[in-house]
Structure formats: C-alpha cells, structure tokens
C-alpha cells in the first residue's frame, strides 16, 4: 500500500478513536447527569409549580399582590410585608400544597418528557461547564435530546429557566453560526474568577436574599428573608438538594465573600438579625438586575413593581454618574504626573 495511504489511513483511525473517546466521555457525563436528575425532579417542579400558579395570582400590569401603600410607600418597618408579596402568596401556596390541582400539577410535570429532558439537559450543561468543555447544540441534540429534535428550542427554553432561577446563571448562544453556547453568571465578577460547581447554587440563593434585601427598604430581618426561602421550601434546619446548610450558606459563607452583611438590630432585646447587601453584591450586581430576577420569578417584568423599578433606575443613573466622576479624577490626575515626569526629566 503506498505510503500517503497509509498515512490517510492512520489519520482516518486517529479521528475515529477520538470521536468514539468523545462519545464515550459525553455518554459518562450523561449518566452521571441521569443520576442527579432524577433526585432534583421534585425541586424543579417546584420551581415550575411556582411559574405557572403564579400568572392566576400575580397581574402583569400591577405590582404582584402587593397592597396599595406599599406601592406608594418606599420601605415597610414591617420586614415581612414588602417581600415580593410574601403575606398573600403564602396564602395561595398552602392552598396549592393541599389542593388536588396542585398534586396534579407536580404529577404532570414529572411525566411530562419535555420537562424530563430540561431536567437532564440542565445537568448536563452543568457537567460540561465543569470540565471548561464547549457547549454545542451538536452536543445537546446527540447526547441528551435525541428523538426530540423538533422541540429543542422548548427545551432549551425550559432549561435556561431552570438554571436562571436555581443558580443565577443564563444559558447564552456565544456563536449562532456554529452554535456554541456558554453558562454567564448574573454577577459581574469584580476578580479575575468563574464560578466554580460549588458555589454556582449559591449565585441563586444569593439573588434570591438580595431581591428580599432590596425591596424591604434595603434591609430586611432575618425573619423576612426566611420567611420567603420558606415558601420556596428552603428551610433553615434542613438540607437542601442544591443549597446544602442554607442557614450556614447565607448566614457565613456568603458573609465571609462580603457579598452579604449580617449583623444584629441595634437595641433589639432578645437579640434579632437582619440583612444587607454587602459589598461584593454592590460592585457584581445592580437593583434593577435583581429586579429583572425577581420579575422571572414571578413570570412578569419589573415595571409591575413601580416603586422598585424607579428605585432601580435611580441606582442605574448613580452609578453611571460614579463613574464619569471616576473617569474624569483619572483623566485628571494622568496629564499632571505626565508633565511632571517630563518636568524631572527636563531637569
């Protein structure tokens, strides 16, 4: 056999051994992912139970559930009563936990094959972004939407839901002609970082007090911000499937990376807690970003909460303020060392 062919040949098995080494590795992380989506069902479908109850409880055009003074008020001394209409959506929940249109609902999601394959989709995103592997739409329809083509865009869709509001994250196509994609976190890492597997949850959890935070005057009691994790079934004394200890998270891990302030009430006897953004969440993240999170909580947009939508906008204008002062102490400061550079020099 002549030697260019052979050396065709050769190449021709290298690239076979590779893609079957591909396939292999692909077909490893997805039943890794089966195994982990199979226990994170019923947290999704809570999150979906949540989604789709909310529209019959929450009108687009006004602020969801929240009583009229509230509007017109700009915080409540009541930690309890500002929070994305806590008061009125508990209410509705218990009714939804015990109702048999509620169970129906949860039953629906589980044997729905679209939501399956969210569900699995999500977990292999994940894994992929773990080991800093392309996300490809190749990848997805081969590995993990197969006989389902023809739905990939509701499932991607669905998908994307998920790890928006679970771990503050958002699927994004990088390259819309090869169609690749990446995981961006919702904060704006001030150091040179990613966030890892680990602490991805926790970007979730994070919006989710800061959202609290913000719409209890810009502090809220320790009370307030469990009382809304509880309606979402995190609670201080259980592990949590993705949260782990969400006491522990909240109270010291997200304390000690400054992206939460946790101190007691002045005066307070017995002693009580509250919440406030730290500054890690100041500098990564903004209100009206934490508002737009909120908003797709509660499958509307961040205009049906006027009196925190303005308050948004007055943070957007200050820091776009903040930083032309900022641009214009730098460019003030560089022309005067230049000349006395050249001054010395001169000399």
Sequence with gaps: MPRGQKSKLRAREKRRQARQAHDETQIQDLEGAQAIAAEEEDYYSSIQAVLEGTPQNVPAAETPSTPKELQETPSSTDGTAAVSCTSSCEGASKQDEESPESSKAFEGFRRDPLNKKAVLLVQFLLKKYQSKEPITKEDMLKFVIKKYKLHFNEIIRRASEHLELAFGVDLKE??????????????????????????????????????????????????????????????????????????????????????????????????????????????????????????????????????WYEEALRDQEERVRARAAARARVAAIVPSRTLASCFFHTK
């Design 174 to 307: 990088v390259d819309p002609i090869r169609h690749h994609y990446a995981l961006v976190s919702k904060l704006q890492f001030t150091c040179n970082e990613t966030i890892s597997e680990e602490n991805m949850p926790k970007t979730g959890l994070l919006m989710i007090v800061l959202g609290v935070i913000f719409m209890n005057g810009n502090r809220a009691s320790e009370e307030a911000v469990w009382e809304v994790l509880n309606l979402m079934g995190v609670h201080a004394d259980k592990i949590h499937l993705l949260y782990g200890e969400p006491k522990k998270v909240i109270t010291k891990d997200l304390v000690q990376l400054n992206y939460l302030e946790y101190r007691q009430i002045p005066d307070s006897d017995p002693p009580r807690y509250e919440f406030l953004w730290g500054p890690r969440a100041h500098a990564e993240t903004t209100k009206m970003r934490v508002l737009e999170f909120l908003a797709k909580i509660y499958d509307t947009v961040p205009t049906a909460f006027p009196h």
